[in-house]
């Protein structure tokens, strides 16, 4: 079974993994860790973004992030781009990992923009974590020294808290942590 796991930026998905990654019988894959690994180790994916971006789009064989954020955050098209090349390897990497993990109770797919990539289709069930505005504005703050308006602008890019809840199985408020450790021992349970 997999179980797919989103929320908006700063709503606390990795706290919310982390307390997941306890459980023996559960395999954990975080999309974004995976995307990053794969674009800087690909070489599909290093070809098709300097032909989309341009030779800066890589420093030292590295991936240059701030460069890459710079355009996709402010052009919507441009993030289409970057999608459209990242993601397929992605799916292509995860479907590996599922078969991996086979004998596992099921394996928790963790996906900031599961529900925007519609790879929510390969999910059996959906949790969003959920976190009240404010709070999350200001744990990103603290996280990546950003400005509010920034955080903000981030934000636009992904799908609303509501739309997320309404399209998921379960939804953790993550603003108690003890609160969501008994959400997650319960769907846990549930799952298994």
């Known amino acids: 079974m997999i179980v797919g796991l989103t929320g908006g930026i700063g709503s606390g ?3 919310v993994l982390n307390y997941f990654k306890e459980f023996k019988n559960v395999a954990v894959y975080i ?6 690994k794969l674009m800087n180790n690909s070489q599909i994916i290093r070809e098709k ?11 030292n064989q590295k991936l240059n992030r701030a460069f890459i954020a710079k355009i996709v955050f402010n052009d919507t098209k441009h993030l289409q781009v970057l ?3 990242v993601h397929p390897e992605v799916a292509i990497h995860f479907k590996k990992f599922v078969y991996k993990n086979k004998d596992k109770a099921y ?5 900031a923009i599961l529900f925007e990539t519609k790879n929510d289709r390969f999910c059996d069930c959906v949790i969003t974590v959920y976190s009240l505005l404010e709070e999350r504005v200001s744990r990103i703050i603290k996280r990546d020294t950003m400005t509010r308006e ?5 934000m636009k890019n992904q799908f609303s808290d509501e739309k997320k809840m309404l399209q998921s199985h379960y939804v953790i408020e993550n603003n108690s942590l003890n609160y969501t450790k008994e959400t997650i021992r319960r769907i846990h349970n549930f799952l298994t």
Request: no cysteine.
């Open 150 to 154: 920034a955080v903000l602008d981030r």
């Open 13 to 15: 998905k990795t706290t």
């Open 31 to 36: 999309a974004d860790v995976e995307a990053k």
């Open 49 to 59: 973004l300097i032909n989309a971006f341009g030779e800066e789009a890589f420093i």
């Open 107 to 111: 394996i928790l797919y963790e996906n």
């Open 83 to 85: 999608n459209a090349i």
